[in-house]
């Protein structure tokens, strides 16, 4: 079966220093893979997308990025974090071909911006 | 662009009594799948229940239901003999089936169940 994990759960960084959060997803090949952002008692906000090893689509201009080294391994990164960055983070994957390609999420990290 | 809005912030329900939550939907397409997800506190995203827009029949899962009006663009889903585990934020989102399989999500309706 598949699992999606994201690490860390939580994270509390400085203000201007430089973040890095991972997501893997394991018994599937060649999955869509995106990071969401869900501020408190909201909804979820597409950040990225990727369909492939080093394709990413940016959906919200932002002091993020992401990256896509393998095929299975999502990166959201920042260089400097802003106060703004506070938020739940999560990261989906979906599979080619399914009927519904339904998304399907890790745990989520909660990043806290100091 | 495709807009999903739920305009029940907050619902409550008497276990094992039944809900429905609400949820509609912009779209200009004629194709496309909806999807109700379950966020309990944990804050984990699980899927319910999901819909395809051009099948007429609404979806069931178990005690999950919903009521999908194409026309009226609505997309209801009906929880029977309320549980309390049934306590959660529920989401509403809407896909394209062309392009990037992307969602659009409305901003919940936090369910709570009273014993």
């Known amino acids: 079966s598949q699992t999606i994990h994201q690490w860390p759960a939580t994270l509390v960084q400085p203000v201007g220093s430089p973040l890095s959060l991972e997501c893997t997803v394991e018994g599937t090949s060649n999955p869509n893979l995106y990071w969401y952002r869900q501020a408190a008692g909201r909804g979820l906000q597409l950040l990225f997308y990727s369909v492939g090893i080093g394709q990413i689509s940016s959906e919200v201009p932002q002091n993020l990025s992401a990256s896509r080294p393998q095929d299975r391994q999502f990166i959201l990164s920042s260089k400097k974090l802003l106060l703004s960055d506070s938020s739940f983070y999560l990261c989906?994957?979906?599979?080619?071909?399914?009927?519904?390609?339904?998304?399907?999420f890790g745990p989520g990290t909660r990043l806290t911006v100091l | 662009a495709q807009t999903v809005t739920q305009s029940q912030p907050e619902m409550s329900v008497q276990e094992a009594e039944t809900v429905t939550l609400s949820c509609t939907y912009d779209t200009s397409e004629s194709d496309y799948y909806l999807f109700w997800y379950k966020q309990p506190p944990s804050r984990q995203m699980i899927l319910v229940i999901r819909q395809e827009a051009y099948k007429q029949q609404n979806a069931t899962e178990n005690r999950f239901s919903v009521n999908f009006q194409k026309a009226a663009k609505s997309f209801s889903l009906k929880i029977s003999d309320s549980q309390l585990g049934d306590a959660a934020m529920y989401f509403c989102?809407?896909?394209?089936?062309?392009?990037?399989?992307?969602?659009?999500f409305g901003t919940g309706t936090r369910l709570t169940i009273i014993p």
């Open positions: 989906a994957w979906s599979a080619l071909a399914a009927p519904y390609n339904e998304q399907f």
């Open positions: 989102a809407y896909r394209s089936q062309s392009g990037v399989e992307k969602l659009t």
